[in-house]
């Protein structure tokens, strides 16, 4: 009986440790499954949202309109600036609710586009009201 405790133990603590949380945007083509899954992340914080991507965010832009949004990209800015025919641009906007305070002149020169870890914690707790996915193909 002891054994058989032991093993349940085990076998449990294994299937726990093992089994890690998949994103649910794993590549930039599975962006659309944002979109399709959006009650999800609706008035629940951008955090939560920007947990389920995979990929590199790379490029962003901040929006103070009403409402304010973020335009999040995940290309670089050069590789943009580098027309590729073909290449599809998808481009993530997250709409929220609070007004946005953000301020270009006040990004790092150099790295006023780049979405960091700082920026995570210091827009993360703004409420998602709307998601959109735009995809172009470069001509």
């Given at each position: 009986?002891?054994?058989?405790?032991?093993?349940?133990?085990?076998?449990?603590?294994?299937?726990?440790?093992?089994?890690?949380?998949?994103?649910?945007?794993?590549?930039?083509?599975?962006?659309?499954?944002?979109?399709?899954?959006?009650?999800?992340?609706?008035?629940?914080?951008?955090?939560?949202?920007?947990?389920?991507?995979?990929?590199?965010?790379?490029?962003?832009?901040?929006?103070?309109?009403?409402?304010?949004?973020?335009?999040f990209n995940f290309i670089s800015r050069d590789e943009i600036k580098?027309?590729?025919?073909?290449?599809?641009?998808?481009?993530?906007?997250?709409?929220?609710?609070?007004?946005?305070?953000?301020?270009?002149?006040?990004?790092?020169?150099?790295?006023?586009?780049?979405?960091?870890?700082?920026?995570?914690?210091?827009?993360?707790?703004?409420?998602?009201?709307?998601?959109?996915?735009?995809?172009?193909?470069?001509d």
């Amino acid at each position: 009986m002891k054994n058989t405790l032991k093993i349940f133990a085990i076998l449990f603590l294994l299937i726990n440790y093992s089994c890690k949380a998949q994103h649910m945007v794993q590549t930039i083509k599975d962006v659309h499954l944002l979109k399709n899954n959006e009650q999800q992340f609706i008035n629940k914080p951008l955090k939560n949202l920007l947990k389920e991507i995979k990929p590199e965010i790379k490029n962003v832009l901040g929006t103070k309109d009403d409402p304010s949004y973020f335009a999040f990209n995940f290309i670089s800015r050069d590789e943009i600036k580098r027309k590729v025919i073909g290449r599809k641009h998808i481009n993530l906007y997250v709409y929220v609710k609070e007004p946005l305070k953000w301020n270009f002149n006040e990004r790092p020169q150099g790295k006023e586009y780049l979405w960091s870890k700082e920026d995570v914690e210091k827009y993360g707790d703004l409420t998602v009201i709307r998601i959109k996915v735009i995809e172009r193909i470069e001509d």
